[in-house]
């Protein structure tokens, strides 16, 4: 039987459930909720493994990404916000709940417990309309939400599958479109005597980075600069980074590449072929077929990579649009928070690496832009420190619902109003758990401050110690360093105070 049209299978997913979600609005509505138009709708939008090095108003060496750059022209941009645990599933589970790892149970790629509180359910509970659209990614379904159509695990780039209340659909075409279809469908529907919050959750650009297909991969058209520390050679770090396997050189796969198998292979063979990382590739130039191999593979690599990811990016930004003119088409905008950020951040070939985990800052480092009319100054920026377990209080308090007494994060709403308190935060905690888990990369924790970083690898016994106004790149490990002796012992100690203020374990 053939797939559904997209607008028909819109119209199935949400028509079978009509029933359900008019339940859910009469349960779910508080009677003594503010009137809607007293609260501001939210639209919290992201996306999975964006990098600040690929937003344009961040200082992208990329170039522009006009739709992601309005909002934080229009808004403010958060510089300094960062994951506690930088990796898809935890960092998720933590702006759901405000609360750390160790305390909401999601380490790594753990089964989310929907029975607990967290944001969806107390904005809910208090009179918002809510809803999820996308990439969910915590092993179960979600909770909390009236309306629900996510991608089941990872989901598929192209005719992706989503999972709702009724079953599976799949909708043909690019899930980036789909994934904004859905979001506009759900403002479109929604009561209009309430307001609304939407989570909007893109796959893209998440590996393996497969573009629409009228996308366009020109070798010659576009300037993809290499980072300053892409031949990173590693010294005087320690054994955790020389042995993870996410280096551009040593394992993107024929399958990133998206190079083609010779024909006359079993599909074993194929599958083989595919994940086997190339030493020598040949590519079509205007000058005839060239042999790569040595360093000018890995920089063919790196490009190749490149390529698809940022157009990944562009079709997200686009998406992005779509929706911003939703809401100014519906003359909902004035009264409309908008968040963009990411699940953490990612690397594109800093240290010769792609994919996330370890606490350096383009992995740790997510985009956080806010625009709220009225309340937010546009064009305006912070260096605050803010961190993912922010976001479940930052919403609440713009709600006018109350905060759990065991959220850990902290609101951010006097940063989106420009004022920054006293005793706003100067360090924040970092864990990694999944070891060796994907890429090698060994469980570490550390402790991020204004102005250094202490990392801890306790399966190797080694530490790192950067001084980030010195040394913003992290190419100095000065743990070992006697100069640097009184600033280790009081990271340290601040790190000490961290972990046990926040109730985790020693690692």
Request: aromatic residues 10%.
């Given at each position: 039987m053939p797939s559904p049209t997209p607008s028909l299978a819109l119209r199935l997913l949400f028509g079978l459930c009509a029933v359900l979600f008019a339940c859910a609005q009469v349960d779910s509505a508080a009677p003594d909720a503010p009137a809607p138009r007293t609260r501001p709708n939210i639209v919290f939008i992201m996306a999975d493994d964006h990098a600040v090095a690929a937003y344009g108003a961040y200082g992208s060496r990329f170039g522009a990404t006009p739709h992601l750059d309005r909002l934080a022209k229009e808004g403010v941009r958060?510089?300094?916000c960062f994951a506690t645990n930088a990796i898809c599933t935890p960092s998720r589970a933590a702006m759901l709940t405000g609360k750390y790892a160790h305390k909401n149970g999601v380490t790594a790629f753990d089964t989310f417990d929907g029975s607990q509180p967290h944001?969806?359910?107390?904005?809910?509970?208090?009179?918002?309309?809510?809803?999820?659209?996308?990439?969910?990614?915590?092993?179960?379904?979600?909770?909390?939400?009236?309306?629900?159509?996510?991608?089941?695990?990872?989901?598929?780039?192209?005719?992706?599958?989503?999972?709702?209340?009724?079953?599976?659909?799949?909708?043909?075409?690019?899930?980036?479109?789909?994934?904004?279809?859905?979001?506009?469908?759900?403002?479109?529907?929604?009561?209009?005597?309430?307001?609304?919050?939407?989570?909007?959750?893109?796959?893209?650009?998440?590996?393996?980075?497969?573009?629409?297909v009228s996308a366009t991969t020109d070798p010659s058209g576009r300037?993809?600069?290499?980072?300053?520390?892409?031949?990173?050679?590693?010294?005087?770090?320690?054994?955790?980074?020389?042995?993870?396997?996410?280096?551009?050189?040593?394992?993107?796969?024929?399958?990133?590449?998206?190079?083609?198998?010779?024909?006359?292979?079993?599909?074993?063979?194929?599958?083989?072929?595919?994940?086997?990382?190339?030493?020598?590739?040949?590519?079509?130039?205007?000058?005839?077929?060239?042999?790569?191999?040595?360093?000018?593979?890995?920089?063919?690599?790196?490009?190749?990579?490149?390529?698809?990811?940022?157009?990944?990016?562009?079709?997200?930004?686009a998406s992005v649009g779509r929706l911003l003119a939703t809401l100014d088409r519906l003359g909902l905008a004035e009264n409309t928070l908008v968040v963009y950020t990411s699940d953490q951040g990612f690397f594109l070939g800093e240290h010769g690496l792609?994919?996330?985990?370890?606490?350096?800052?383009?992995?740790?480092?997510?985009?956080?832009?806010?625009?709220?009319?009225?309340?937010?100054?546009?064009?305006?920026?912070?260096?605050?420190?803010?961190?993912?377990?922010?976001v479940a209080p930052t919403l609440l308090e713009v709600a006018g619902v109350p905060r759990p007494d065991d959220t850990q994060g902290r609101s951010l709403v006097p940063l989106l109003r420009g004022e920054r308190p006293d005793d706003w935060r100067t360090s924040f905690y970092y864990r990694y758990y999944h070891d060796p888990g994907d890429h090698d990369t060994r469980a570490h924790f550390g402790v991020r401050t204004e102005t250094h970083k202490l990392i801890r690898f306790p399966t190797k016994g080694q530490w790192e110690l950067y001084d980030l106004v010195a040394d913003p790149l992290e190419m100095r490990n000065r743990a070992d360093d006697p100069e640097m002796r009184p600033v280790r012992a009081a990271l340290e100690a601040e790190l000490e105070r961290l972990r046990r203020d926040l109730g985790d374990t020693a690692p």
């Open positions: 958060f510089d300094r944001l969806a359910k107390m904005l809910r509970e208090s009179g918002y309309f809510t809803g999820v659209v996308g990439k969910w990614h915590l092993g179960s379904e979600p909770t909390g939400f009236d309306r629900w159509t996510v991608l089941p695990g990872q989901g598929a780039y192209h005719d992706p599958v989503f999972l709702g209340p009724e079953g599976r659909v799949t909708l043909k075409g690019y899930v980036t479109d789909r994934i904004g279809d859905l979001a506009e469908r759900f403002i479109e529907d929604r009561p209009k005597d309430r307001p609304f919050f939407l989570m909007c959750h893109h796959k893209a650009p998440h590996r393996p980075w497969e573009p629409p300037e993809i600069p290499e980072p300053p520390t892409f031949d990173d050679d590693y010294a005087g770090r320690g054994d955790a980074l020389r042995e993870n396997r996410q280096r551009i050189a040593d394992d993107l796969t024929r399958r990133d590449l998206k190079l083609v198998p010779p024909a006359g292979l079993s599909p074993k063979e194929r599958t083989t072929w595919l994940d086997t990382v190339p030493r020598v590739v040949d590519v079509e130039t205007r000058d005839g077929v060239r042999r790569l191999e040595g360093r000018a593979l890995v920089a063919w690599k790196y490009r190749r990579y490149m390529e698809d990811y940022l157009a990944c990016v562009e079709s997200l930004d792609y994919d996330k985990r370890f606490m350096y800052e383009p992995s740790i480092r997510m985009p956080f832009v806010a625009r709220w009319p009225h309340v937010i100054a546009p064009g305006s920026s912070t260096d605050a420190l803010a961190i993912n377990v922010d």
